[in-house]
């Protein structure tokens, strides 16, 4: 099974900040990677998908990048609406699984 | 756009079958468009994929799971199904039934979700 970790668990950073969050996967997924929003009480938005392309309708300050093991997710200027859960998620078709990495709290300072 | 709608008991006791049905607007489920899938979040946790029903009718769940699941479809009625047998405390969470796009696996289209609590 391919296991995914997140860093940090949680950050808090001001408005305006670039804030930064990164995912590892336990083995090569090529580009299968896909970023998370969840505000409280709510189901989980799909922000970016296949690592690097924005969802349609989404803010261009979030963005995606990386392949193989190693991804990132930049928020460039982080604004209040951000304050949620971000959650990376990986997508293995052989045999076919989808995992989610642990989560990223993010606040304002 | 596709539209999700979770129901079923939001309190099943310890050793019986949680039941959920998802029925979906906006799309049909014989599309071939994407896999059927449930999702869960234990209450302050995280996600957890549980499996997914394509138009064929070929299922595919998560191994940690895999025992005490089924997962079923009624095109006619439009709706697709979880079952989940056996369940204990570690089975409370926030049920979500969803789309996933088979050739990138992302997540395009959620239900609200549903709190199944587990207690006698």
């Known amino acids: 099974d391919i296991q995914m970790t997140q860093s940090p668990s949680s950050l808090s950073a001001s408005v305006g900040d670039r804030v930064t969050i990164t995912c590892q996967a336990s083995q090569d997924i090529s580009n299968y990677l896909n970023w998370y929003q969840q505000k409280p009480g709510k189901a989980p938005k799909l922000l970016i998908y296949d690592a690097s392309n924005l969802e349609t309708g989404v803010p261009s300050r979030f963005s995606g990048s990386g392949s193989g093991t190693d991804f990132t997710f930049t928020i460039s200027s982080l604004q209040p609406e951000d304050i949620a859960t971000y959650y990376c998620q990986q997508y293995d078709n052989l045999p076919p699984g989808f995992t989610f990495g642990p989560g990223t709290k993010v606040d304002i300072k | 756009q596709v539209q999700l709608q979770e129901s079923g008991p939001g309190l099943v006791k310890p050793s019986q079958t949680l039941s959920l049905t998802c029925t979906v607007s906006g799309g049909s489920i014989s599309s071939g468009d994407y896999y059927w899938s449930w999702i869960r979040q234990p209450p302050g946790k995280g996600l957890e994929w549980i499996g997914y029903?394509?138009?064929?009718?070929?299922?595919y769940y998560n191994p940690s799971l895999k025992s005490r699941v089924t997962i079923s479809v009624d095109t006619s009625k439009n709706q697709f199904s979880l079952k989940l047998s056996s369940v204990t405390a570690a089975d409370t969470a926030v049920y979500y039934c969803?789309?996933?796009?088979?050739?990138?696996?992302?997540?395009?289209?959620w239900g609200q979700g549903t709190l199944v609590t587990v207690s006698s």
């Open positions: 029903i394509y138009y064929s009718g070929s299922t």
């Open positions: 969803a789309t996933i796009t088979p050739e990138s696996g992302r997540v395009d289209y």
